[in-house]
C-alpha cells in the first residue's frame, strides 16, 4: 500500500488522497451461493483533477484475497449509489517502470513550505514556447541557477549552489502541480520533453 500511495501521490492528475475513506455496502454471494449485503473498506479514495472520485486496493500479485466477483460487485455499487469507480492495482502494476520511478520523483519534490522559492523561474518556464526538453528550457531561462553566499558577504559573493538543477526541480514541481506535461514514457531526465497541459 505504501508503494501505491506514492504512486497516486505523484500522479499530476489526482489533487487529494483517503486512505480507508469509507465502508462501501454491495451485494455479493456468501457460503451457500446466496446473494447478502456485504461491507468493504477500500484501501485509497482520491479525487482527481477533473472531479472525478475512484476507489482503490493494492494487492500482492499472490495475494488470495483477491476475487473478481467482488471488484466487479463493489464497481457496480459505486458506480450506481455514488457515479465512482472502483479499481484493484496489482503490486507488478504499481511497481511498473518507468512511472514508479517517475512518480516518486514528482512525489519528492512537490512543493514544501520552508523551500527555497522557485516561483520566478517556474513563471519563466511557462511563458516559453513549448514543447522543449528540459535542457532546452535550462539555455532559454535567463534565471537558472540557484546562488548561494553567507548574510554576511556582499551579494557579488554569490555562487552558483553545486549539484542543484533549478529549471529541472522546477519542471517536476509544475508537472506534480498539473501546469505542464513531462514525457513519462522515459525516466526523467534534463532531456524529458515539458510540453504545455491542456
Known amino acids: 500500500m505504501a508503494h501505491g500511495l506514492a504512486l497516486m501521490d505523484g500522479d499530476p492528475d489526482i489533487v487529494a488522497l483517503s486512505p480507508y475513506p469509507i465502508t462501501i455496502r454491495y451485494l455479493g454471494r456468501n457460503a451457500s451461493n446466496g446473494v447478502q449485503w456485504k461491507d468493504h473498506v477500500p484501501d485509497l479514495a482520491v479525487l ?30 459505486l458506480k450506481e ?27 519528492a519534490n512537490r512543493p514544501r513550505s520552508g523551500e ?11 511563458e516559453q514556447p513549448f514543447p522543449m526538453t528540459i535542457d532546452e528550457l535550462t539555455d532559454a ?27 529541472f526541480s522546477a519542471c517536476l514541481r509544475l508537472c506534480y502541480l498539473g501546469k505542464v506535461d513531462l514525457d513519462m514514457s522515459k525516466p526523467l531526465s534534463t532531456s524529458s520533453i515539458v510540453s504545455r497541459r491542456v
Open 116 to 126: 527555497v522559492d522557485l516561483t520566478m523561474v517556474e513563471r519563466s518556464i511557462l
Open 81 to 107: 449509489d455514488c457515479s465512482a469507480s472502483y479499481e484493484v492495482m496489482m503490486a507488478t502494476q504499481i511497481l511498473k517502470q518507468p512511472r514508479f520511478f517517475n512518480r516518486n520523483l514528482l512525489h
Open 48 to 77: 482527481r483533477r477533473n472531479g472525478d472520485v475512484a476507489f482503490m486496493d493494492f494487492f500482492h500479485d499472490l495475494d488470495t484475497r483477491r476475487d473478481d466477483d467482488r471488484t466487479h460487485a463493489i464497481q457496480i455499487s
Open 141 to 167: 531561462l535567463p534565471r537558472n541557477v540557484l546562488v548561494e553566499r553567507w548574510e554576511d558577504e556582499a551579494r557579488s559573493a554569490a555562487k552558483p549552489t553545486a549539484g542543484v538543477k533549478v529549471v
